[in-house]
């Protein structure tokens, strides 16, 4: 499992590497960037519309928005698992 550190360092990678579409400055990609993997999240087209609107309300992207609350759920104290 990432720890809270790696999450922090991807969250900072696609903020400073995002555009107004979300696809970076196709400049070089970091170090931090070569390793990431992608996750595919499938929604409905309603959820997705209120992403992306979530995501231009805050000025950021729908993957900045989603890492944030990916990092979210990952900072939780976890309960005890149930016997």
């Known amino acids: 499992m ?3 550190n790696d999450l922090s360092a991807a969250l900072a990678a696609s ?8 696809f970076g400055t196709g400049a070089a990609p970091s ?3 070569a390793e ?4 595919l999240v499938r929604v409905t087209p309603e959820l997705r519309r209120e992403l992306k609107i979530a995501a231009a309300t805050g000025g950021t992207t729908v993957q900045a928005l989603l890492l944030k609350a990916i990092v979210a759920v990952l900072e ?4 005890a698992p149930k016997p």
């Open 2 to 4: 990432k720890s809270p």
């Open 15 to 22: 903020l400073d590497h995002a555009s107004d579409e979300g």
């Open 31 to 33: 170090d931090a960037e």
């Open 36 to 39: 990431r993997c992608g996750i």
């Open 76 to 79: 939780e104290p976890r309960s």
